[in-house]
C-alpha cells in the first residue's frame, strides 16, 4: 500500500505537526519545499512540510516544463550550471521519475546563412557534448532547409535556412512537485496544504519554530522545530520580514507567460526553441496541445495570482507568427498562465541577465533560506539546504540519498508500460487510456484500476473533458491531496488550461464526483463551483486588459478559495 495524500492523512499530519518537535520544518511546498522535505526525510530526520495553498499552486506549476540544462546559460558561458542541470536532466528521465518525465525533440531554427549554423551549431554542439549520452534517445543533428521543413512544416519558409535538433526532458511540474510531496510522506514526512506559516517562534535570538493558520477552518497553532527552511519562491523576502530583516539577499520575481493552442493549428514533428530579442521562445508539444512561451518582464504586483495581460499574449503571438506561415490569432488560444521565476536579486537591471543559480543562507540560527535555481536542479537546492540545516545538529546526520530515491510510481513503471497493451485488454481500457494513466501515474496506475473495480462508471471519460477519466478527479482527492477545485482543475489535471470553457463545465462535473471524499454538502457545492467559475472570469477579464497593472486590478476580482475560507 503506497502512502495516500487524503483528507485523513493530512488530519493525522495537522495533529503530530503540534505535538512534537520536528527535525525540520520546511516552510512552501513548491519543487524546492517539496525536494527539500524528501531529502531530509530519507537521512532519517523528521520532517514537517508545510504549504499555504497547494502542491506547486506558486511558481512550480507555471514554468515551461522543462527538465533542460538551459542553452541560455551556454550562451552566458555558465558551465558549471549547465553541467549540473544536464545531469539532473538525466537523473530524472532514467531514474527519478520516468514515468513523469520524457524526453521532447526540438529544432532550433537558422534564420541567417552560414553565420547562425556556425554559431548555433558551435553552442549546440558544446552543449550535447556536455549532455552526452545523459538521458536522451538521439545527439543533435545538422538539418537543410528542406528537411527542416519536412519536420517542421508550418513554418515560414522564408523564414529559416535550416535547423539544428537536439532533445531535452518535459515533464508535468505541477504533478511532479506533488509526487515529490508524497514520496517524502511515504518515508514519514508530515506534510499539510492550506497551512500558512505566519511567524516564527524565537528563543533569545534562535529561530524555534512558526505559527501556521490552517486555512480550511482558521484554525491557529505552533510548530517547533530544531531548524526551519523558508523555501518559499518569491514570498522569501515577505517570510524574512517576520523574522526581522531581509535576510542576506533578496528575491525579485520576473513574470513569464505562456499560451496553449490546439495542437492542429501547428503541423510539426518537433518543437521548436529560438532566441528572441527579450529571452528564448518555445513551442512544446503538449498532448493535444502546444504550449508557446514565453515573456520575461518585471512583476511587482500580487504573487499569489500573477496575471497574463493582452499584451503579453499578443506580443508571443507575434513571436510565434514571425515564424509561421499559418498564423495564429487570439480566437486560437484556449488557455494561458503566468508564472513567477523567483530571481536573486543582482546587480543588472535586466531579469533575464540574472542567474537562475541558487543559494542559501542562515540568516538567524535556526533558519535557513533557499531560492533562485530553476525547476531542474530543485535536488541539488534542496541537498543544499538540507544540508546547511544539519550542520548545527548535535548527532551525526547521513548525507543526501536522494539520488538513489526514485518518486512514487518510478518502481516497474517500464515493466507495465511494456504490457500496456495486455493491461488494456485486463483493464477494459483503450492502450491510449493505460498510456495516458502510465505517463500520470506510473506503477500507481493499479490504484486507479481498484477505484474503477469498485465503481465501474469511474473508467468513464469525464463528459466535459474526456482526455481525463472520472477516476482521475476522485483519485486527486482520494490519493493527492486535492481540497479544491482548483487544486484539481488546474493541478492534477490541465483541464482549467487545455478546455475551450477553462473548466467551467468539468468543475460542476467534478464536484459532484469528489464531494463524498471531500466532505462537500449541496451548500459546499455550489460555493466550490461559484467560485472556480468567478477564478476563471477573472482571468479572462485581466487577459483582456492592456497593461501589468490593469491585468493585476482584473484577476484581483476573484479571491483565492482558501482565503474566502478562513476570512483572509
Ligand atoms: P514555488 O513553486 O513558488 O514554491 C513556493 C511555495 O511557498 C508556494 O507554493 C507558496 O504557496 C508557498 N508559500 C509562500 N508563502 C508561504 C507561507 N507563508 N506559508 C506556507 N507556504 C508559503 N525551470 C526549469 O528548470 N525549467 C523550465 O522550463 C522553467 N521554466 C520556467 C518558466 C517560467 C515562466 C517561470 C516563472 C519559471 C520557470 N522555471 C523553469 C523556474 C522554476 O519554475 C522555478 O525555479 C521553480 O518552480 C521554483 O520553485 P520554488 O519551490 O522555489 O517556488
Known amino acids: 500500500m503506497t502512502m495516500t495524500l487524503s483528507p485523513e ?16 520544518l ?23 512540510l508545510v504549504e499555504a495553498r497547494d502542491y506547486a499552486s506558486g511558481t512550480s506549476s507555471r514554468s515551461t516544463k522543462l527538465f533542460h540544462g538551459g542553452l541560455r546559460y551556454l550562451e552566458q558561458l555558465d558551465f558549471g550550471l549547465v553541467f549540473e542541470a544536464l545531469k539532473e536532466r538525466k537523473l530524472a528521465l532514467q531514474t527519478l521519475c520516468p514515468h513523469l518525465a520524457k524526453p521532447v525533440k526540438f529544432i532550433y531554427p537558422l534564420q541567417r546563412r552560414g553565420i547562425d549554423r556556425i554559431y548555433a ?61 508524497r514520496t517524502a510522506a511515504r518515508f514519514g514526512a508530515l506534510v499539510a496544504t492550506s497551512t500558512r506559516v505566519t511567524g516564527f517562534l524565537r528563543e533569545q535570538d534562535r529561530v524555534v519554530g512558526v505559527t501556521v493558520r ?67 521562445l518555445f513551442v512544446i508539444p503538449w498532448g493535444s496541445h502546444w504550449i508557446i512561451g514565453t ?33 495564429l490569432t487570439r480566437q486560437d488560444v484556449v488557455g494561458v498562465y503566468a508564472g513567477l521565476r523567483p530571481l536573486l536579486a543582482g546587480e543588472s537591471d535586466s531579469t533575464s541577465k540574472l542567474s537562475r543559480e541558487h543559494a542559501v543562507a542562515s540568516p538567524v540560527p535556526g533558519l535557513v533560506m533557499v531560492a533562485g535555481g530553476k525547476y531542474t536542479t530543485y535536488r541539488v537546492m534542496a541537498k543544499d539546504a538540507v544540508d546547511a540545516a544539519v550542520r548545527g545538529f548535535d548527532r551525526s546526520v547521513p548525507p543526501c540519498r536522494t539520488e538513489d530515491v526514485p518518486i512514487v510510481g518510478a518502481d516497474g513503471y517500464l515493466g507495465f508500460w511494456n504490457a500496456r497493451c495486455q493491461l488494456a485488454g485486463q ?18 496506475v493499479e490504484e486507479l484500476i481498484e477505484l474503477i473495480r469498485e465503481q465501474p462508471e469511474l473508467g468513464e471519460p469525464l463528459d466535459s473533458a474526456p482526455e481525463y477519466l472520472k ?24 483541464i482549467s488550461i487545455e478546455t475551450w470553457d477553462r473548466g467551467v463545465a468539468a468543475a460542476a462535473e467534478v464536484a459532484q464526483l469528489v464531494a463524498p471524499i471531500l466532505g462537500w454538502d449541496a451548500a459546499a457545492i455550489t460555493r466550490e463551483i461559484e467560485h472556480y467559475r468567478l477564478r476563471v472570469e477573472a482571468e479572462r477579464e485581466s487577459q483582456h486588459q492592456p497593461d501589468d497593472l490593469s491585468a493585476d486590478a482584473a484577476r484581483l476580482g476573484a479571491a483565492d478559495v482558501r482565503a474566502l475560507l478562513s476570512g483572509r
Open 9 to 24: 492523512t493530512r488530519a493525522d499530519a495537522l495533529q503530530d505537526l503540534q505535538a512534537e518537535e520536528l527535525d525540520v
Open 26 to 48: 520546511i516552510i512552501g511546498a513548491g519543487v524546492t519545499g517539496a525536494g527539500c522535505a524528501l531529502d531530509a526525510v530519507t537521512r532519517g530526520l523528521r520532517v514537517g
Open 121 to 181: 551549431g558551435l553552442g549546440i554542439g558544446v552543449y550535447d557534448v556536455m549532455g552526452a549520452g545523459r538521458g536522451v534517445p538521439q545527439h543533435f543533428r545538422h538539418l537543410s532547409r528542406r528537411k527542416t521543413l519536412e519536420l517542421f512544416p508550418s513554418a515560414e519558409r522564408t523564414a529559416l535556412t535550416g535547423g539544428i535538433t537536439f532533445y531535452e526532458g518535459q515533464v508535468d511540474d505541477a504533478r511532479h512537485t506533488m509526487m515529490i510531496a
Open 214 to 280: 490552517e486555512l480550511e477552518t482558521g484554525t491557529e497553532f505552533s510548530i517547533r522545530a530544531k531548524q526551519v527552511i523558508n523555501a518559499a519562491g518569491v514570498w522569501m523576502d515577505e517570510i524574512q520580514e517576520m523574522v526581522g530583516g531581509r535576510g542576506q539577499f533578496r528575491v525579485r520575481a520576473s513574470k513569464g507567460v505562456h499560451l496553449l493552442v490546439p495542437r492542429n493549428r501547428i503541423n510539426a514533428a518537433a518543437g521548436l526553441i529560438t532566441r528572441t530579442e527579450k529571452s528564448l
Open 295 to 327: 515573456t520575461d518582464t518585471e512583476w511587482d504586483l500580487d504573487l499569489a495570482h500573477p496575471a497574463a495581460s493582452q499584451a503579453d499574449i499578443d506580443y508571443l503571438l507575434d513571436q510565434a507568427n514571425s515564424l509561421l506561415a499559418d498564423k
Open 427 to 444: 483493464w477494459g481500457l483503450r492502450v491510449g487510456q493505460v498510456e495516458h494513466l502510465l505517463n500520470r501515474y506510473g506503477s500507481l
Open 471 to 494: 477516476v482521475e478527479a476522485v483519485y486527486a482527492a482520494s490519493h493527492e491531496g486535492a481540497l479544491h477545485l482548483d487544486d484539481i482543475l488546474a493541478r492534477r489535471t490541465r
